[in-house]
């Protein structure tokens, strides 16, 4: 069964840099969608992209955080100087259509630790 | 505002016996889906089962089914049987009408005793 595939698994990065979080989502799929659980809290959207460009996107998700599809396979998530705060798992998801007859298929996440 | 609370953070279960996790969320809107995720140790977000807010028939998968109230606002999933790999964190997601995000809710860490 295809799968949404995301690395690294784990990333330790020191304060204030830069880090990108890389995802390739189900081959056929149109929506991709990031989301974040900080340790021990719910899940918390963070964006949707659709068609080259965000179509949702949650407070969260500031100007320190942006989303690229560079080659048509890979979606990633960049985090620029990042903070303390910033350490959770990210989980990418994919979907065929924006339809909950179509669900969010996720992956196994990135563990982000900020040092 | 469109929640998803889980009450239970956690529960256990003997191996072969029934557990029933509970969900309520709050909208406004009348059609909605809603869905069970499970996260194992190995942390994938696996989809469990889902129920579309207009159909009136509660889902059910293998050993999986859900008890939907629609006026309640409920959504609780029944796991009948249990077995040791049904051990995982259960959590409950909503995804409302105009919107593409899922809304989570705390989640329920079960536990399934030998």
């Known amino acids: 069964e295809p799968e949404v595939t995301q690395t690294p698994s784990h990333q330790v990065t020191q304060m204030g840099q830069e880090v990108i979080l890389r995802c390739v989502p189900i081959s056929n799929h149109l929506y991709f969608y990031w989301y974040r659980q900080i340790l021990g809290q719910k899940v918390e959207f963070l964006v949707s992209?659709?068609?080259?460009?965000?179509?949702?996107k949650s407070e969260i998700f500031d100007d320190q955080f942006s989303v690229e599809r560079p080659d048509g396979s890979n979606f990633t998530l960049k985090i620029r100087s990042t903070k303390l705060e910033d350490s959770a798992m990210y989980f990418c998801a994919s979907s065929g259509r924006d339809s909950g007859n179509q669900p969010q298929h996720f992956g196994d996440g990135t563990r982000l630790s900020i040092l | 505002a469109q929640t998803v609370t889980q009450s239970q953070p956690e529960m256990s279960v003997q191996e072969a016996e029934t557990v029933t996790l509970s969900c309520t969320y709050d909208?406004?809107?009348?059609?909605?889906?809603l869905f069970w995720y499970k996260q194992p140790p190995s942390r994938q977000m696996i989809l469990v089962i889902r129920?579309?807010?207009?159909?009136?028939q509660n889902a059910t998968e293998n050993r999986f089914s859900v008890n939907f109230q629609k006026a309640a606002k409920s959504f609780s999933l029944k796991i009948s049987d249990s077995q040791l790999g049904d051990a995982a964190m259960y959590f409950c997601a909503a995804k409302f009408q105009g919107a593409q995000k899922l809304v989570f809710g705390q989640g329920t860490r079960l536990t399934i005793n030998p």
């Open positions: 129920q579309e807010a207009y159909k009136q």
């Open positions: 992209f659709y068609n080259n460009e965000i179509s949702e």
């Open positions: 909208t406004s809107e009348s059609d909605y889906y």
